[in-house]
């Protein structure tokens, strides 16, 4: 009898053993799933905030394609012999800016592609620039100096043209008359500068964050906010270096540093 109550004792302790190890397992099991779950989560929230920011990107780039379809739209119906073609021109190049800035940041935002790095001769990126924006210069009075340069940079031409146009274009933007110069300091620094509007030494910090516009922007109807802060993504691409020199009221320097090799292939 003791040795079969010993016996049964035995097995009752085996069978606590075996259960606890069940219990053990099965918290095991919870704490992974719940781990997973929260990970899940996670992911699913960053995916959201991804969707988000890129559906806001469109609805004020929309927002702002507006604005010269409108204005083409009451030149035509001025001007049915399209007499004012200097205007319609200039809307049309806007519209094709806002496009291809749509399709630049779509193109950074997914980028997996390598960078196709060569020898850029950038005179002649800069030539196409000014000669795309030439009936801009002439119809807001704007002088340009420009010295042609035989430096090359080692980059990718495709995104340096977006780069510079981009830098161009907003010194445009905020130049109502005056001058806006291009030049080499020295053959891995190139400058563009302008006698615009400026930027405050409140708002200088804040210039490449995504739809920042500043007191400028508020006061200037066609502001993104989005052109500074794709010009340093870009240039972060690129493995260069931008810097913004402005003060309020005298002007603006855009300095791109060739000079810094970090190249970004997935970013």
Known sequence: ???????????????????????????????????????????????????????????????????????????????????????????????????????????????????????IAVDNIIKTILKKYAVFFIYKDITVTYDPSTYSVLSDKKWLEVLIEQLVSNSLKYTKEGEISIYFKDEQTLIIEDTGSGISQEDLPKIFEKGYTGLDGRLHEKSTGLGLFLSRKVCHRLGHNLLIDSELGKGTKAIIDFGKKSWTLFD
């Open 1 to 119: 009898m003791n040795r079969v109550r010993e016996g049964k004792t035995f097995l009752s302790r085996r069978n606590t053993t075996n259960a606890e190890k069940m219990n053990a397992i099965d918290a095991l099991y919870q704490n992974k799933y719940q781990e997973l779950f929260e990970e899940y989560q996670t992911f699913k929230q960053a995916t959201k905030e991804k969707n988000e920011e890129q559906m806001n990107y469109f609805t004020l780039w929309l927002h702002q394609i507006k604005t010269p379809i409108s204005a083409m739209s009451l030149l035509l119906q001025k001007n049915p012999e399209m007499r004012d073609s200097h205007h319609m021109e200039q809307e049309l190049i806007r519209v094709n800016d806002y496009t291809h800035m749509a399709l630049n940041y779509l193109k950074l935002e997914n980028s997996g592609k390598e960078l196709d790095l060569q020898e």
